[in-house]
């Protein structure tokens, strides 16, 4: 799974995607409000994890996610 931060403009959020090893978009979401339904993506448990990971991520960086 690949993780990469979209930078927002004015008054559009920053936003993160979630892709698979495939590069296909499967999840899309605010970076203010992780997503709450990261059992789907096998996440569960990992949101503190997943929060620091975003914060320190760069803007149009696409990298692997590690957990």
Do not use: C, N, T, W
Not at 36 to 65: R, T
Request: net charge positive.
């Amino acid at each position: 799974m690949y993780i990469i931060k979209v930078k927002g403009k004015a008054k559009i959020p920053d936003y993160i995607q979630l892709r698979d090893d495939k590069f296909v978009l499967i999840a899309y979401f605010r970076a203010d409000r992780p997503l709450s339904k990261l059992e789907k993506f096998g996440l569960e448990g990992k949101e503190e994890a997943l929060k620091s990971i975003i914060a320190e991520l760069p803007f149009g960086k696409l990298q692997k996610l590690e957990l």
